[in-house]
């Protein structure tokens, strides 16, 4: 019996203990869609392709963006009042959620999942929070708007500053004593920034210069060097109703595909050849978004005003475009699923959500929501600056 005992506790030990409940799921094709006017989000089943829950009360949802958990359980949305809300995609509920400053234009959360930061207009500035309480952990005063916060590769943060044109690299290791290199005097008004998916260029638009500004996180001892002087604008500007979306940036191969500033066009860069233009496509208006397809083969484009009406498709290997749909008024944002075989496109202005099939180009169905912008899904949990 004695040894039964033993065998018997040996089996107990060995059952997963997670593996109890049937109705049991993962989060690998969960996202949510921003319902701005409502100040809500739905949580969204991308297989079924259908809501599984709505969670309101979440503030001031203008320009509102989200990161996920490493275990990718729960959104983190940052609101345009300064509300930083955890989202727990399986229940359905507001976890927790805390104001933490005047105005806020988005975050990031840290290499191991530990750290939420949230980049400040008012007061400006970075504060750094734990990702499981939401209990701050860090103040980072920076004299300025803060735009283009990443998450980069051993635990740190980088981020622009508006007012004072400077970007600056923390190394977050110990959330007590950040260890903060400024690189000044990178360009007037930088504006929005992104970081290439192997985590090792961060690159700033600059709103006062016509330009970008790029630091190399594999040598950041050699400081920030401005690359493609001309970009987007070139020698006979246009008005600019819309300023480009640098985070998400297509990246296929060795090519990037970044919008043009107030030009109808998407700017082509060979990142193998020290960021140097190779092209431009003509395009149907001023380009906002310039999404990749995961697999890299083709580029979403959506548009600024009074063209926003209409999504492009452009062929990565022809460099041409070879597909438009109009989904309908204000398109704001398009996402992917983790494979590609899906894209979703929130159309403010029609309420809805459409889905559709990338090999086909055909539609898939729709969502009704209240006033989408953007949408985020839980893939990005494991993707560098996202």
């Given at each position: 019996?004695?040894h039964l005992?033993v065998l018997?506790?040996?089996i107990?030990?060995?059952?997963p203990?997670?593996?109890t409940a049937?109705d049991?799921?993962?989060?690998g ?5 921003v319902e701005r006017?409502a100040g809500?989000?739905?949580?969204i089943d991308?297989?079924?392709r259908?809501?599984l829950?709505s969670?309101?009360?979440l503030?001031d949802?203008s320009?509102?963006s989200a990161?996920f958990?490493r ?6 949305v940052f609101g345009r009042d300064?509300?930083l809300s ?11 959620r805390?104001?933490?400053a005047g ?5 990031a959360i840290s ?6 930061a ?5 007061p400006?500035g970075?504060?750094v929070f734990d990702a ?8 980072i ?7 283009g ?11 622009s500053?508006?007012d004072?044109g400077?970007?600056?690299l923390v190394?977050m290791s110990?959330?007590a004593v950040?260890?903060?290199t400024k690189?000044?005097?990178v360009g007037?008004n930088?504006?929005?920034?992104l ?5 090792r260029y961060?690159?700033?638009?600059l709103f006062?210069?016509?330009?970008l500004?790029?630091l ?6 050699k400081g920030?060097r401005?690359i493609?002087d001309?970009?987007?604008?070139g020698?006979d500007?246009l008005p600019v109703?819309?300023m480009?979306?640098l ?12 919008p043009a ?8 860069v060979?990142m193998d050849k020290d960021?140097q233009?190779i092209?431009?496509?003509p395009v149907?208006g001023q380009?906002?978004f310039a ?7 083709q580029?979403?484009v959506?548009?600024?005003?009074p ?13 041409e ?5 109009k ?7 398009l996402?992917f699923t ?13 309420d809805?959500?459409d889905v559709?099939d990338?090999r086909s180009f ?12 953007g949408?985020?899904?839980t893939a ?7």
């Amino acid at each position: 019996m004695k040894h039964l005992g033993v065998l018997m506790g040996a089996i107990l030990l060995a059952v997963p203990v997670y593996a109890t409940a049937a109705d049991q799921r993962g989060t690998g094709d969960l996202g949510i869609v921003v319902e701005r006017a409502a100040g809500r989000v739905q949580v969204i089943d991308s297989s079924l392709r259908t809501k599984l829950a709505s969670v309101p009360e979440l503030g001031d949802l203008s320009h509102a963006s989200a990161v996920f958990s490493r275990d990718a359980r729960y959104a983190y949305v940052f609101g345009r009042d300064g509300g930083l809300s955890k989202v727990d995609l399986l229940t359905g509920n507001l976890e927790n959620r805390v104001v933490q400053a005047g105005n806020s234009i988005g975050g990031a959360i840290s290499q191991d999942g530990r750290l939420v930061a949230v980049s400040n207009y008012e007061p400006g500035g970075v504060r750094v929070f734990d990702a499981g309480t939401l209990e701050p952990l860090a103040d980072i005063p920076t004299g300025s708007k803060v735009v283009g916060l990443v998450d980069a590769p051993d635990q740190r943060f980088v981020f622009s500053l508006y007012d004072l044109g400077e970007i600056w690299l923390v190394d977050m290791s110990d959330p007590a004593v950040p260890e903060i290199t400024k690189y000044p005097n990178v360009g007037q008004n930088p504006y929005d920034a992104l970081i290439t998916p192997d985590g090792r260029y961060y690159v700033a638009g600059l709103f006062g210069e016509d330009g970008l500004a790029l630091l190399d996180l594999w040598h950041p001892e050699k400081g920030v060097r401005r690359i493609l002087d001309g970009y987007g604008r070139g020698e006979d500007p246009l008005p600019v109703y819309k300023m480009p979306h640098l985070e998400g940036v297509a990246i296929a191969g060795k090519n990037a595909f970044l919008p043009a500033v107030g030009r109808h066009e998407i700017l082509v860069v060979d990142m193998d050849k020290d960021w140097q233009e190779i092209g431009r496509i003509p395009v149907h208006g001023q380009p906002v978004f310039a999404v990749s397809r995961p697999d890299g083969r083709q580029i979403w484009v959506n548009f600024a005003y009074p063209h926003n009406d209409t999504v492009q498709v452009i062929d990565a290997a022809s460099l041409e475009v070879v597909h438009s749909i109009k989904p309908g008024p204000g398109v704001l944002h398009l996402e992917f699923t983790p494979r590609g075989e899906q894209v979703w496109v929130s159309v403010r202005d029609a309420d809805r959500v459409d889905v559709y099939d990338t090999r086909s180009f055909t539609l898939l169905g729709s969502l009704p929501a209240d006033k989408p912008s953007g949408i985020f899904m839980t893939a990005r949990a494991h993707r560098i600056g996202y």
